[in-house]
């Protein structure tokens, strides 16, 4: 599967419009608001958007913190903040760090706010672009903050798109932008974290072993969990495959012949996995310090 992933072209043509809008409008706004899921804050970060916002001030938003580790998401705040990013946590089902984002843009851009009040010019309104890939709930952080259904947010792949500009209470302006991702996958690893949390639609991806790929790390990474849900003791192998038919027998999911329905297991493991019925897992550590993303 991982040449498949690499094969798959993930750049059509209202991803390089978007790339091409977000360079134009750069020069129109104050600030950059990069949108990353806690789960997986490398894979779900486009590298193109660094070299595009170039020495802006950037905030780092690290979304759906109620579906990654704690102690992740701590390590990873603690990291982009060295990096010299301001970060903020939210989680937007339940508003989680939303009333944070506009004194945070205010923090970010004190000097801004400094400098517009010594030219008399109190009140402008702080203008933030919004980036981030497809499904890491980007529109629905807008909406949130800005207290009103704004853009459409599905939790599908690609489905906002076009611009707009937001008014938000606090003398914000937010500027929309549909998500964009690479033109490739350097590591086949980035695509398989991308498609373990949804944000690669199912149905070009090989089910089973993508499962079976999520069950082997989250064997290494939160072996008690996996323990905990599935029953699994002193598995024969830590395989993918063979802890996805260990998981198969003891629920029961058994076919013709004693056979473990393995596909019916994959699929369980993902939903499970993506609804947090296994538990709250961050896939994704900070490198050390020195190295770079």
């Known amino acids: 599967m991982s040449e498949m992933l690499t094969n798959i072209n993930w750049y059509p043509g209202h991803m390089t419009k978007t790339r091409r809008m977000i360079e134009t409008d750069l020069k129109l706004v104050d600030a950059v608001c990069e949108v990353v899921d806690a789960r997986i804050p490398i894979s779900s970060r486009n590298p193109d958007i660094a070299a595009l916002c170039g020495q802006k001030p950037r905030m780092v938003v690290l979304n759906r913190i109620d579906m990654a580790d704690p102690a992740g998401t ?18 937007c089902k339940n508003r989680k760090g939303i009333s944070q984002f506009a004194p945070a843009a205010q923090t970010l851009l004190r000097d801004k706010l400094r400098a517009y009040r010594e030219k008399g010019q109190t009140g402008r309104a702080l203008k933030l672009m ?9 529109s629905t952080l807008i909406n949130q903050v800005a207290g009103r259904k704004g853009a459409k947010a599905e939790n599908r792949p690609g489905v906002t798109r076009g611009k707009q500009w937001i008014g938000v209470d606090a003398g914000l302006l937010l500027l929309d932008t549909p998500g ?69 027998k003891k ?22 996995y993506r609804s947090c019925k296994i538990g709250r897992f961050t896939l994704e550590d900070p490198p050390v310090q020195g190295e770079e993303v």
């Open 74 to 91: 701590k390590a990873w705040t603690e990291y982009f903040r060295r990096e010299g990013a301001f970060v903020l946590q939210t989680d």
């Open 251 to 272: 629920r029961g999911f058994l076919i013709s012949g004693g056979e473990v329905n393995i596909e019916r297991m994959a699929r369980v493991l993902l939903e499970e």
């Open 130 to 138: 919004v980036v981030g890939i497809p499904n890491v709930g980007k």
């Open 180 to 248: 964009i991702l690479w033109p490739k996958f350097e590591d086949p690893e980035v695509g398989m974290h991308l498609a373990y949390t949804g944000a690669i639609k199912d149905d070009v991806l090989d089910t089973e072993e993508l499962a079976a790929r999520l069950m082997e790390l989250l064997w290494k990474k939160y072996p008690d969990a996996v323990r905990a849900r599935y029953k699994i003791e002193d598995p024969e192998t830590e395989d993918g495959y063979g802890l996805l038919c260990a998981a198969g």
